[in-house]
């Protein structure tokens, strides 16, 4: 029987920035989901688990199979578990609905569990600026890009679209820094957003830096990413808590 915790975690970036270095990642997810599987009753994870993902009518991208598995034998065995899409993997359709009853999210997902209320979301495309990247991602998700891009033979899309990834933040392992929280979009996005409504915790992914800052009676989080801290947040059923998995916390 499935477990009482809630697990979060987001941005993989599984593909980058080699395949020894993925693999690598991807062998300390599956023992992170592993050390959780006795206790955990839903996992959130909350885009950009893969660096670059698209689904083919008959195909997927080659790799992770591990991964894979080890989500199948979660949800086969009573985990509910819940994909974001991110700016990466943004392309996710039905696969993992249909082979492992995984549930996928495009954008915001409000839930309420044991009297409290999250705000949950990846990141990317909110608060201030950016403003190149909200047009590129209405295009990207428009149905007209989706059939053109699936045109394409897979070894030429897949390429171009790895092509493309490399000049990410996790290709080039950019170190991301914490200066004051009137410097986090996402906190002022949020913060922008408890004055219509009221969350207790608000967690997002997109960021690469775990971050715990108070909204007054709410939180936000931000999950970080597996590259640099392997961190994720737990909740317990009264308290959330930042944690990282195999290092000390920093």
């Known amino acids: 029987m499935p477990g009482t915790k809630i697990y979060f975690a987001s941005d993989f970036h599984l593909g980058v920035p080699t395949r020894d270095a993925s693999r690598e990642r991807e062998d300390r997810i599956v023992r992170w989901l592993d050390h959780i599987k006795s206790d955990a009753a839903e996992i959130f994870l909350m885009g950009d688990i893969f660096d670059f993902w698209f689904e083919y009518a008959t195909v997927i991208p ?7 598995g080890k989500l199948a034998e979660l949800s086969d065995s009573g985990v509910k578990i819940t994909f974001f899409k991110g700016n990466h993997d943004m392309w996710m359709f039905d696969y993992f609905g249909q082979e492992m009853g995984i549930e996928i999210v495009s954008d915001e997902l409000i839930l309420e569990r044991n009297g409290k209320k999250f705000y949950l979301h990846h990141g990317d495309g ?14 990207f998700r428009s149905k007209i890009c989706q059939w053109l891009f699936a045109r394409l033979h897979p070894n030429l899309g897949v390429g171009i679209a790895q092509r493309w990834s490399r000049s990410s933040r996790a290709q080039n392992a950019k170190e991301e820094i914490f200066e004051n929280a009137e410097e986090e979009w996402l906190y002022l996005y949020s913060r922008d957003l408890l004055k219509a409504n009221y969350y207790d915790f608000l967690i997002f992914g997109h960021r690469h830096l ?7 009676e709410s939180r936000y ?4 990413e597996w590259i640099k ?3 994720y947040a737990v909740f317990d059923g009264e308290s959330l808590e930042l944690k990282y998995f195999e290092q000390d916390q920093t």
């Open 62 to 68: 080659r790799g992770f199979i591990r991964f894979q």
């Open 126 to 139: 909110l608060g201030p600026g950016d403003n190149m990247y909200k047009i590129l991602k209405k295009i």
């Open 210 to 216: 775990p971050l715990d800052l108070n909204l007054g």
């Open 221 to 224: 989080i931000n999950l970080g």
């Open 229 to 231: 801290f392997n961190s």
